[in-house]
């Protein structure tokens, strides 16, 4: 098996609020086997008034009900087997890793968020906000996390829920399926790939994507509507972050 399941990779400004997100869903037989450990989502966020970080990190698909092409997953659980970790960097600019001669983002982590589970009930978590180029816990917090309060670090400038909750990822897999029926009729009006082995889109092909995987057609819902997910949830000072510069990349795994 696999020590590190899929990561999922985003870059959000931290000055703005403008909420960022990246989905992954189902990723193979590893994550089948071992729902506990197949992140779904990771979304973040910045306050209205910009001093904190929320960051939001969701396991196992449809969590407390049974898969359609597997065996039930109820009640569901953080593995006590596996650390969920968050990673984040910190740069001064958009184009600081490319300057540097990175290509994407920067996959060097300057902090984690480390969270582990124990096998009790209700379950017991450490949380550890780390950062890695000295190796030094900044914030530490342990207890039950699923309260509505969630956990509080000593110092206050961390606070972590963690625990069942409806599944907040919308997805239209009908409206996926109305528009691969329309692109398989128009395929052939569609140009040759280019160089990365896309084939471009006209204004028309466009406009109907958005229209079936949204809702203007109004042939889909939403596939994700009553499903549950685990949630890992945490509100962060900002200046624990931003060290390095106001500009986040945060990306998430799992480790045996």
Same mark, same amino acid.
């Not at 590893?30 to 990771?42: A, F, T, V, W």
């Not at 196992?60 to 569901?76: M, T």
């Not at 949204?214 to 042939?219: K, Q, V």
């Not at 549950?228 to 624990?240: G, R, S, W």
């Given at each position: 098996m696999r020590k590190t399941w899929a990561a999922l990779l985003l870059a959000a400004v931290v000055a703005p609020v403008v909420p960022a997100r990246a989905a992954d869903h189902r990723d193979g037989p590893?994550?089948?086997?071992?729902?506990?450990?197949?992140?779904?989502?990771?979304?973040?966020w910045m306050s209205p008034d910009a001093k904190t970080v929320n960051l939001a990190l969701t396991a196992?698909?449809?969590?407390?009900?049974?898969? =359609?092409? /597997?065996? +039930?997953?109820?009640?569901?659980r953080f593995s006590n087997a596996l650390k969920y970790v968050i990673n984040i960097n910190s740069r001064p600019s958009d184009n600081a890793s490319i300057q540097a001669g990175a290509t994407g983002l920067d996959a060097r982590a300057r902090f984690r968020i480390i969270a582990t589970f124990d096998a009790g009930t209700p379950q017991k978590m450490q949380l550890w906000l780390v950062n890695v180029n000295t190796g030094r816990a900044?914030?530490? =917090?342990? /207890?039950? +996390?699923?309260?509505a309060a969630g956990l509080t670090s000593r110092d206050g400038k961390l606070r972590v829920y963690a625990g069942l909750r409806d599944d907040p990822f919308f997805f239209n897999l009908q409206g996926l399926?109305?528009?691969?029926t329309y692109y398989h009729d128009i395929e052939q009006f569609?140009?040759?790939?280019?160089?990365?082995?896309?084939?471009?889109?006209?204004?028309?092909?466009?406009?109907?994507a958005v229209n079936y995987l949204?809702?203007?057609?109004?042939?889909g819902a939403d596939f994700f509507a009553s499903f549950?997910?685990?949630?890992?949830?945490?509100?962060?000072?900002?200046?624990?972050l931003t060290t390095t510069g106001p500009i986040l990349s945060?990306?998430?795994?799992t480790h045996r």
């Open positions: 590893n994550s089948i086997n071992s729902p506990e450990g197949d992140l779904n989502d990771i979304y973040t196992v698909p449809n969590a407390g009900k049974a898969f =359609v092409d /597997g065996g +039930p997953v109820n009640p569901a900044l914030e530490y =917090v342990t /207890g039950d +996390p699923s309260s399926f109305d528009f691969e569609i140009p040759a790939a280019d160089g990365a082995g896309c084939r471009p889109l006209g204004p028309i092909q466009q406009n109907a949204g809702m203007n057609f109004g042939t549950n997910t685990l949630a890992i949830v945490l509100t962060v000072d900002k200046t624990l945060v990306w998430a795994s």
